[in-house]
């Protein structure tokens, strides 16, 4: 697959998700629970409104990051104001945060609510990148390809696990992780040390936090548990049974008349199961795998060691965070806070996914350059060969 393909398949791709997320915004919130309590029937554009302003915004975002290039892209300065950015935010929202369903997790702007644990992502993603890039055949020592990471990990992913958004903290986990091995380190390195930290961590973080816990149970028994988490997966099941193999239609859910909750943000995945069927669901998943194989294929296809690391931490953000999100709805994994990329509502989210998309138009942008400079070389390289070879012809004649 050629790189100037890969670049429009990527585009193609996002455009159709974020579109698709418009109408499935517009469906689960068409008649919310304000409206249904009135006694009156209608379409709220709120929610579209705002999600179509942020779409705006992340594709902006997209263009500028697009337009720095890859060398710019690589500079100091840029890695570090991401990074103070990421950091700045995350105490900031300790002191003027707002705070929603008990969690402190947004910097209330006005218009838009920032969450500073998706800027974190991004700049995950690109300080690990630089730092890999840097170390460069040291990655295969203990301090510089694992302890060094992980220490600025725990950082930044302790300032997040502050504000209670365990989910994007595995998702950071995860994508360092993937981008640590990546760049070459020794496998046994971070499975020895997850193996070793996995039980302490977990009776830290789930056990002895009581909704964290209540979700655990739910996820091993969601029939019988009791609370919100046993509830929210009971009304998810119940969505997805409904929908069967084609679906009730769109815009026709009845799980999201004030039984789901957040049918338009963690769980709209479920209404897409039961407006649109099996098939539909499957052609949502499908989508992203499309994305994920896109975007491992920019990667593989960069030549230069930084971009290829910056291409497999967007997608590795991408990609974890849609499946799992996914698998939450179906029941395969806990329950996590985690939006649906590019469909769910959520400012944030769609602000940094694209920007993520951004950054792997870069490294596509450099493939197809990669690719022109190597064919133009050739076709000189032949020419100067045919003259070369007229040359000694007509001399020997």
Not at 153 to 166: C, E, H, N, P
Not at 197 to 209: D, E, K
Request: aromatic fraction near 10%; charged fraction near 10%; proline fraction near 3%.
């Amino acid at each position: 697959m050629t790189a100037r393909w890969l670049r429009i398949q990527l585009w193609f791709l996002v455009v159709a998700l974020c579109c698709f997320g418009l109408v499935m915004i517009t469906s689960t919130t068409a008649m919310g629970t304000n409206v249904v309590a009135a006694g009156n029937s209608g379409i709220t554009y709120a929610f579209l409104i705002k999600q179509a302003i942020a779409m705006a915004g992340g594709a902006c975002l997209a263009m500028i990051i697009s337009g720095m290039g890859a060398e710019r892209l690589r500079q100091g300065w840029v890695v570090a104001l991401v990074v103070v950015l990421a950091l700045g935010s995350l105490a900031l929202v300790h002191v003027i945060g707002r705070e929603i369903n008990g969690a402190k997790r947004w910097i209330d702007l006005g218009p838009i609510n920032l969450q500073p644990a998706e800027l974190a992502k991004f700049a995950v993603v690109i300080a690990a990148a630089w730092h890999l890039t840097r170390v460069a055949e040291r990655v295969r020592s203990t301090w510089y390809g694992v302890v060094l990471p992980l220490v600025g990990f725990a950082l930044v992913g302790g300032m997040v696990y502050l504000t209670k958004d365990l989910g994007s903290v595995v998702v950071m986990a995860v994508v360092l992780g993937a981008m640590i091995l990546f760049a070459g380190a020794p496998w046994w390195y971070l499975v020895g040390l997850g193996v070793l930290s996995a039980p302490a961590i977990l009776y830290y973080t789930v056990y002895q936090v009581a909704y964290r816990r209540d979700r655990l149970l739910a996820f091993i028994d969601p029939w019988n548990a009791e609370g919100p988490a046993g509830y929210h997966l009971r009304q998810s099941f119940i969505a997805i049974g409904s929908g069967g193999l084609f679906g009730v239609g769109l815009g026709q859910s009845t799980a999201k008349l004030s039984f789901l909750p957040e049918k338009h943000t963690d769980f709209i995945y479920a209404v897409i199961c039961e407006e649109l069927g099996l098939i539909g669901a499957l052609i949502v998943a499908g989508a992203y795998l499309a994305l994920v194989f896109t975007g491992l294929m920019i990667a593989a296809q960069a030549r230069d060691r930084y971009l290829r690391l910056l291409a497999v931490g967007a997608t590795m953000v991408i990609g974890t965070q849609a499946f799992w999100n996914m698998l939450v709805v179906v029941g395969a994994v806990p329950t996590k806070g985690l939006t649906l990329p590019f469909i769910s509502y959520g400012g944030s989210s769609v602000l940094i996914c694209l920007a993520l998309v951004g950054i792997l138009d870069v490294v596509a942008q450099a493939n197809v350059r990669s690719t022109q400079r190597t064919t133009s070389s050739r076709i000189g390289a032949a020419v100067r060969s045919d003259k070369a070879w007229r040359w000694q012809n007509e001399g020997a004649a």
